[in-house]
T-cell receptor, first 112, second 114 residues
Framework: DAGVIQSPRHEVTEMGQEVTLRCKPISGHNSLFWYRQTMMRGLELLIYFNNNVPIDDSGMPEDRFSAKMPNASFSTLKIQPSEPRDSAVYFC??????????FGPGTRLTVL | AQSVTQLDSQVPVFEEAPVELRCNYSSSVSVYLFWYVQYPNQGLQLLLKYLSGSTLVKGINGFEAEFNKSQTSFHLRKPSVHISDTAEYFCAVSPWGATNKLIFGTGTLLAVQP
């Protein structure tokens, strides 16, 4: 298996622009997670889905952030409008019904 | 609620020396405990986990950790490190039975020097 796939790996954009991050989980995994990693706040869970349904979005910082999972093999995290403080590495992870999460390589977002 | 404390932000060590990375947690309920490793420019990879049973847990790459309930600790150890072990190590906790709710520590950078 190719593991969790994220695209793009790097994104540089200007403040106010819309940003869409993409994730393909490992086939057969029921849960999908979006994390944000920054120097100041460390690794934070933004949202997680179970069987394509959002279960807990309490970590989503504000209404500018939204996440969707239209099917079992694809999820997006959208920021609109983006701000410089959104600059971070965003990780997607997936998990079978169990106890281990498998992380993707991350998307490094820079908002100028 | 749960929380994780990794007191050491960076641990320098010489190659072939032993190392211990410290992790303490706080929780009002029983927990599961994890150690993840993050190599430069990569995602996190599970090293080992404690769910139940033996308090000494062995993981990949020669690492092991011991769950100490009375001290609420889950320190990671390796008897002899290699240059390739240089990475960021994260301790994480989840409430028992709710492994979807991982709470991560701030990480410890293990810097192995020749």
């Amino acid at each position: 298996d190719a593991g969790v796939i994220q695209s793009p790996r790097h994104e540089v954009t200007e403040m106010g622009q819309e940003v869409t991050l993409r994730c393909k989980p490992i086939s057969g995994h029921n849960s999908l997670f979006w994390y944000r990693q920054t120097m100041m706040r460390g690794l934070e869970l933004l949202i997680y889905f179970n069987n394509n349904v959002p279960i807990d979005d309490s970590g989503m910082p504000e209404d500018r952030f939204s996440a969707k999972m239209p099917n079992a093999s694809f999820s997006t995290l959208k920021i609109q409008p983006s701000e410089p403080r959104d600059s971070a590495v965003y990780f997607c992870a997936s998990s079978p019904t169990g106890d281990e999460q498998f992380f993707g390589p991350g998307t490094r977002l820079t908002v100028l | 609620a749960q929380s994780v404390t990794q007191l050491d932000s960076q641990v320098p060590v010489f190659e072939e020396a032993p190392v211990e990375l410290r992790c303490n947690y706080s929780s009002s309920v029983s927990v599961y405990l994890f150690w993840y490793v993050q190599y430069p420019n990569q995602g996190l990879q599970l090293l080992l986990k404690y769910l139940s049973g033996s308090t000494l847990v062995k993981g990949i790459n020669g690492f092991e950790a011991e769950f100490n309930k009375s001290q609420t600790s889950f320190h990671l150890r390796k008897p002899s490190v290699h240059i390739s072990d240089t990475a960021e190590y994260f301790c994480a906790v989840s409430p028992w039975g709710a492994t979807n709710k991982l709470i991560f520590g701030t990480g410890t950078l293990l810097a192995v020097q020749p």
